[in-house]
Structures are given as C-alpha cells and as structure tokens.
C-alpha cells in the first residue's frame, strides 16, 4: 500500500497545503519517513490524516467559486470502530463548507471496506450540503454493495455511471463536469 499515492497530477492547479482555506494548510510532508498506516500496512506520506485510524484522504481539488472539491480516498472507511464519517464531516466538510463548497466528488478506488455503524452523520451531511450533493466515484463493488445495505444511498449518491469513471483522464473541471452531469439526470 505504500506505492500508492494520492493522484499528484492537478498539483499545478491546486494544492491543500497551500490554500489557506483547506483543514490541511501549511502541512508539510517528508517523502521518506513513512508514519502513516492503515492496521500494518504503511501507506505513501502525502496521504492527509484527519482523525480517522484506517482512513485517509486527499483533497485533490477545491473551486471555492463553482462550490466543489474532489477528494481522494484510501483505507477501510470504519464508521463502526471509530467513526470515521464523524471525523471526516467535522475535520474536512465542515470546514470547506464554510467557504461555500456544497458538491462532493469523493474517490474511493483505494477505499478497501466499509463498516458502518447509524446514519445520522451521513444524514446531516446530506442536509448540510443543501443544493448540493456528494457523490461516490470509483468505489469497489462491494464497498458499494454494503453502503446499499446499510442504506445511505438516500444521503450519498454512487454506482451506476459513477462506478466507472476514467478520472485521471481529465482535468479536475472536466471530472466535476462530468459527474454534476450524471447527477443531474439522475436528480431530474
């Protein structure tokens, strides 16, 4: 899991470590010393910690005028041992939802499992974004499969089209392009 790392393409565009608006400004990270982990395995030092043990994310891109960011994941989302949804709604949502960002592309092709526990984080999130939405791109098939079992699909929109997206193809705006498009005709 060390060799993989957040995608670093858009680096020319966009930064966390140097938007003062982002929950991650000013971070610094040594290429070397690897001192993250989910359970025994290490993973690559640019991934971003932000209160979860098996979690990490990327915030790869914010538009803070066009009100989205996209946000790359990696570890097991454990909402049932830690709360991992708790953590990233206060720590990272909140925070870039207060400088106007309402739509979410989250990325979770690294994503290995998902536990869940309630909804009520998912559910506030959900009202928290109002004319926005959050949207689940690229997750295995059976992270997928157990956020329709436990019933977040109400809150979260994901499979479908979204299962399947070549994003690192296009450019942050295209990707943002393409999945407001999807959700789009799926909200009409």
Do not use: C
């Amino acid at each position: 899991m060390h060799d993989l790392e957040p995608h670093f393409a858009w680096i020319n565009l966009y930064s966390a470590a140097q938007d003062p608006r982002s929950p991650f400004f000013e971070r610094e990270y040594n290429e070397f010393y690897f001192d993250k982990a989910v359970y025994n395995y290490y993973i690559h030092p640019q991934w971003d910690q932000f209160g979860s043990n098996t979690l990490y994310i990327k915030i790869l891109f914010a538009d803070y005028q066009e009100g989205f960011a996209i946000i790359e994941m990696i570890g097991e989302w454990n909402d049932a041992l830690y709360n991992d949804v708790m953590h990233l709604k206060r720590e990272v949502m909140e925070i870039l939802m207060q400088d106007g960002i309402q739509k979410f592309v989250m990325i979770g092709e690294n994503v290995m499992n998902f536990h869940a526990s309630d909804d009520a984080y998912y559910e506030e999130w959900f009202q928290d974004v109002e004319e926005g939405w959050v949207a689940m791109v690229n997750f295995r098939d059976h992270v997928v499969q157990e956020f329709r079992r436990e019933r977040i699909d109400f809150y979260l929109n994901f499979g479908g089209e979204l299962d399947d997206i070549a994003w690192r193809t296009l450019g942050p705006r295209q990707l943002f392009a393409m999945v407001d498009g999807i959700l789009g005709r799926r909200l009409n």
